[in-house]
């Protein structure tokens, strides 16, 4: 019945992990495993539904019927799309920078033009790119709905919208529109032509501004 539909694999790096955290379903025509505690790669879409103790019969024994409650659930769009993240942050920001988490992410960059950068913290690039990307916060903080975003892509599952190969990997995602991959000279200057380019929060902005000025 599901059996054309769905494939399921097993995999042990260690015979004494429990029978649930080592059994994943992973939606996506490509499907490829690599293990190493539990990691998976090759996931077309990357989404992880992750089947827990509610499909055991006991400590050692997948229940048959209840694996098949699960996968129906899942047919059915019932589950939850699991992803890996990091508790809330203390604080919303650091030197300016916005704070992304799984838990956080939609609601700080949702409806507001974002900036975002996906980094690893001990990425020498990253390293250097933070007191400009610290530099820039400081300067726009005052930009309404524009909100310049980092996330410990480490630790934190982006969203499947935003592909992350490398360190650092930035996208802008405007207001209301589909996150771009970030294309431009990272420094001062060339993040603030970007949004010049890009961002209407931050063109309106100027314009105010701008206008302010000629008032005086």
């Known amino acids: 019945m599901l059996g054309d539909e769905i494939l399921m694999a097993l995999i042990s790096k260690d015979d004494n992990m429990d029978l649930d ?3 994943q379903f992973h ?3 490509d499907f ?3 293990c190493i505690g539990i990691k ?3 996931v077309t879409d ?3 539904y992750k089947m827990d103790g509610s499909v055991m019969k006991d400590s050692n024994n997948l229940d048959y019927d209840k694996m098949l409650d699960w996968m129906k659930n899942f047919k059915e769009g019932k589950l939850e799309n699991y992803q890996r993240g990091q508790p809330l942050p203390k604080a919303p920001t650091e030197d300016g920078v916005h704070v992304l988490v799984g838990r956080n992410f939609k609601d700080v960059t949702e409806e507001k033009d974002a900036l975002i950068e996906f980094y690893a913290p001990w990425c020498g690039h990253c390293k250097q790119l ?3 990307y610290a530099e820039l916060a400081t300067e726009v903080k005052e930009v309404p709905d524009l909100v310049i975003a980092k996330m410990d892509a480490t630790e934190n599952d982006p969203p499947s919208q935003y592909k992350v190969e490398g360190y650092p990997t930035i996208y802008f995602k405007p207001k209301g529109g589909e996150p771009k991959l970030f294309e431009g000279a990272r420094d001062l200057a060339g993040f ?3 949004l010049e380019k890009n961002s209407e929060m931050y063109n309106s902005w100027k314009s105010g501004k701008a206008t302010k000025k000629g008032e005086l």
Do not use: I, M, N, W
């Open 21 to 23: 955290f080592k059994l």
């Open 27 to 29: 939606k996506g025509s």
């Open 32 to 34: 490829k495993v690599d």
């Open 40 to 42: 998976f790669t090759g």
């Open 46 to 48: 990357g989404e992880v």
């Open 130 to 132: 933070a007191p400009v």
């Open 192 to 194: 603030k032509a970007y």
